[in-house]
């Protein structure tokens, strides 16, 4: 960073975006498999949350592969600054009073903590959308599994390359037991139970 630049305090906050949208903001980190259902959880609870006029927003792996970090490949270096990019802009979300979801496989844990460390305390909350291997790979929405297991595809998550499940994280959603409107209700009512809402 350079010496002349300085961070400008805004005359409006956190809290008095809290306080005019009248409920909490933060980050919901939901972190698994391709195929587990990421996306399709955090558009339910987004559509959930939107018919309450709760201020929510959802940034997508794909989605911003095409646009902020379409500069990136899937290499280890630019998998970990694909996190680092979307914790900041999660971080911004958050300031500005929204309940941010984000729907990212985000393979290591260390990137993972990493987001944890610059949200606030009590910010961050890390959504382990568990779903086998097996069973996201005979969902294979994309076609990326059949592709991976051809060799057309190096590097891919759960094939050749690594997924650690998260340590501890605050929820788990078994998105190979429940539907997605049952995860999404689950999902709410973690938000709820911890006065996100």
């Given amino acids: 960073m350079g010496s002349n630049i300085v961070w400008h305090q805004a005359a409006i906050e956190t809290k008095d975006y809290r306080n005019k949208n009248g409920h909490h903001s933060g980050v919901v980190w939901l972190t698994g498999l391709s195929g587990s259902g990421k996306s399709s959880i955090a558009n339910q609870v987004n559509k959930k949350l939107y018919e309450r006029s709760i201020q929510s927003y959802i940034l997508d792996g794909d989605n911003i592969r095409h646009g902020l970090n379409a500069d990136l490949g899937f290499k280890p270096e630019d998998r970990k600054e694909n996190i680092r990019r979307i914790g900041e802009v999660a971080k911004l979300f958050a300031d500005s009073g929204t309940i941010v979801l984000t729907a990212f496989i985000s ?91």
Avoid: M
Avoid at 110 to 133: A, K
Avoid at 134 to 140: K, N
């Fill in 107 to 197: 393979p290591y844990q260390e990137d993972r903590d990493r987001v944890r460390d610059i949200v606030e305390s009590g910010d961050f909350l890390e959504v382990h959308v568990d779903c086998p291997l097996s069973e996201c790979e005979s969902r294979d929405p994309k076609g990326l599994y059949k592709k991976a297991r051809n060799g057309e595809i190096k590097g891919f998550t759960g094939i050749d390359s690594p997924y650690e499940a998260p340590d501890s994280p605050e929820l788990v959603l078994e998105s190979n037991v429940y539907s997605v409107d049952e995860c999404a209700e689950q999902l709410i009512s973690f938000l709820e139970k911890n006065e996100w809402l």
